[in-house]
């Protein structure tokens, strides 16, 4: 399954990241690598959805995933993410704050998908 792809999404283009149901670390940071390298590649604004539905988020991929937010925050034109809860919701809170983001948590893939080009 590709987990870093690009969607059009009511004519607009969205990198949308996929960590659902993800168990291990090594895996999370694969996934945070591949969307890295995509940004990179393009140097270009963008908007994200990212589901984090089911998904473990261990100390060192938010220690990477706090690294690529700094890094690129000036291209992140605004972001929707779902699965959004318990200790997630405390980093992802802390991650908006911090960076002063267009972040928003969503319970369902149509609101956060609308919310992005609005």
């Known amino acids: 399954m590709e987990r870093v792809k690009k969607i059009t999404y009511k004519g607009k283009e969205i990198v949308y990241v996929d960590y659902s149901n993800i168990s291990t670390e090594a895996e999370m940071l694969e996934v ?32 990477e995933a706090n690294n690529f937010t700094r890094d690129f925050k000036h291209l992140v034109i605004k972001g929707s993410f779902l699965g959004i809860t318990g200790v997630k919701s405390v980093f992802f809170n802390g991650i908006v704050k911090l960076f002063n983001l267009n972040f928003k948590a969503f319970a369902d893939k149509d609101t956060a998908l609308n919310f992005l080009v609005d």
């Open 32 to 63: 945070l690598k591949a969307n890295r390298k995509m940004v990179e590649e393009d140097n270009k604004k963008f908007l994200i959805f990212a589901d984090y539905t089911n998904a473990q988020t261990p100390l060192n991929y938010i220690n």
